[in-house]
Structures are given as C-alpha cells and as structure tokens.
C-alpha cells in the first residue's frame, strides 16, 4: 500500500522508467546540453507554419520517439498526462490528438513536467494503469505572443528576465522494468508571495520551491545532502539564490549539489539568456535528456526533481493580480 506522509506519498510500487525523450530548438542546440537531445530543430517552425503548430508537432514527435525507444505502440500506452502553457493546452490536444489514447489534460504552467510525472507515477503505483506518459512542452515564440509582446516588436528584456525553452520531454513509466524509478512524490501548495513583476519568474517562484522542498524532507525525514542532485525546474539566477537563502535562514547550507535546470540547459557567457531558461520545455527537456540519461550511465543514484510553476495568465497580469507559484516534487531513484 502507498504510503501518504502528510504531502509526501511513498510508493509502495515504484513504476520504472521504461522510456524518456526530447526536442529541442536552434538555441537548446547551441548550449552545453546538445548532445542530450534526441531531435533538435534548425528553426522555430519544425516544418509547420505557424508556431503554437510546431509546438504541437514536438509533442507528437517526442511522444513517438518514447514509443519507439520502448517499443511500443500507442495502444499499449494507458494514458497520456500532458499540458503546455498555450491557452487551453492546445500544444497537446492538438499534437497529441491523432494517438487515440486516453488524455489527461493539465496545466501547471513551468511545473508541468512535475506535474505529469507524479500523476502518471501516481496511477501506475496504484495498479490503475500498466503505462503511461507524461508529456509537456514550450516555445519561445508561442509564450512570448501570449504572455507579453508580439516577438518582432523587439522589446527590451530585463536583467531578471528568463527565455522560455523551445523544446518538449516525455518519459513514458511502466509498472515493470529497470528502472530509474519514482519513489516519492510530494504534491505542491500555492503559494503567493505579492510579486507581480511578469518579468521576474524565479522571485515569484521561488517560495513555492522552497515550501515544497522543504516539506519534501521533513516528510520523508531526508536532508538535502542524502539526495546526489536536488534540482528545481527554471528558478534561473535569481529564484535559485533566492531558495538558498530561504533555507539558510532554517541553518541548511545548500551545496553544490543544488542545482537549477534554468541554468543548466543554455550557455549564459555565451548566449544572451538574462536569468536563465524557463518554460515547460526547461525541465522536461533537460530530465529527459541530460538527468535521465546520467542517471542510467551511473552517474547519479537518487536526484530529487521540483519543477517549478508560475500560475499567472495574461489577463491577470494586465488586472494588476500577483503571481501565485506552484512547485511539484518527484523522487528518481536508481533502486526501488
């Protein structure tokens, strides 16, 4: 029986992961993660002709470049969890539409890949499902035409601004197989903290990573130097110094094995990415690339995985609301 530790649910069954894979656009191609991409595209259209239709169409490649990994067909998938930030998700119904499997639409803004994850470790834990996928997605372009302004207007970015990933990750998780395997998930809490500034992600984040971790280990009666790799989703430069100093104040020194993967997934001497990356895409693709893969060479045994969430829209920016966070954790674990 899965075990529920207030927030923090142990399972008793932990689904392996059977499969990952990623897409990722010209500027993921250009960073120090290269080489951890399945696909990386030289444009921001991947053959469409519009943008949210490309973000669509990495959803669908990326879901069949899992299936192909694990050999499997989209029939002997469960179900789909999946989400982006485009209004009404439509990067996923639209992309992932023509599968046929049964969907779970979801929106947890930058914390999706979190969200999916638990949710699809959740029901296989719970013998409800053999397999299923979680799948999210981000383009710069789709989200900088929604959220702020159109792309060819050329604004001025911020010193704390992030750059939304172009990119997609999908880890199907099976009920039997070699693991890596999801031990643990802790659901998050919103969480407020009155930032407003649309430009300025990782402060309005970063409360929601810290409440989430923090509950995370005393849950499970953990500390943050028992994990190989604590790594939040796109905090970027700001929010992720900002998570250290919440829990510096409590008497944790964060090492070096705290990292984010906002600063992971670009070349910030090199490219002009301000604070780092974000976007649903951030996360999922450096998880499904560069974490998971380490984690199958040996590199790491157990890596604790919090993406994070900024659970705003454009016309509660435009009405003056402050910027509610939200942050899911996953256990990823290299035994049972």
């Known amino acids: 029986m899965n075990e529920k530790r207030r927030r923090t649910i142990a399972l008793a069954h932990p689904p392996s992961v059977l499969s990952f894979a990623n897409i990722g656009g010209k500027f993921e191609g250009e960073g120090p993660l290269a080489a951890y991409f399945d696909e ?56 992932l539409r023509d599968f046929n499997i049964p969907f779970y639409g979801l929106y947890g803004a930058c914390s999706t890949m979190g969200e999916s994850l638990s949710l699809a470790a959740l029901i296989v834990a719970g013998g409800y499902a053999r397999r299923a996928a979680a799948i999210t997605s981000s383009h710069f372009c789709t989200a900088e035409r929604q959220y702020r302004m159109p792309v060819p207007y050329g604004n001025q970015r911020t010193p704390t601004a992030q750059w939304t990933a172009t990119a997609s990750g999908c880890t199907i998780l099976s009920d039997d197989g070699p693991g890596p395997y999801i031990t643990h998930v802790t659901c998050g809490k919103i969480v407020d903290k009155g930032i407003s500034d649309v430009n300025n992600m990782g402060a309005a984040m970063a409360p929601a990573a810290y409440d989430t971790l923090s509950t995370f280990f005393r849950d499970t009666k953990t500390k943050p130097d028992d994990y190989d790799l604590v790594i939040t989703g796109d905090l970027g430069e700001l929010g992720h110094a900002v998570v250290r100093d919440f829990f510096s104040r409590d008497g944790i020194e964060l090492g ?73 954790a996953v256990c990823i674990s290299a035994e049972k």
């Open 256 to 328: 070096e094995n705290f990292q984010d993967c906002g600063l992971l997934l670009y070349d910030r001497k090199k490219q002009d990415m301000h604070a780092g990356a974000s976007g649903c895409g951030c996360s999922a693709s450096v998880l499904n690339g560069y974490l998971l893969t380490e984690m199958r060479r040996g590199k790491w045994k157990r890596i604790l995985f919090a993406p994070t969430g900024a659970l705003l829209s454009p016309t509660s920016s435009f009405q003056g609301e402050s910027i509610p966070g939200i942050c899911h």
């Open 40 to 95: 990386l595209g030289q444009d921001s259209f991947f053959g469409e002709k519009t943008w949210e239709k490309a973000e669509s169409a990495m959803q669908k490649k990326v879901l069949q470049r899992a299936l192909d990994q694990a050999k499997l067909a989209p029939g002997d998938l469960d179900y789909i969890f999946a989400g982006d930030l485009l209004n009404q998700c439509i990067g996923s119904s639209f992309g």
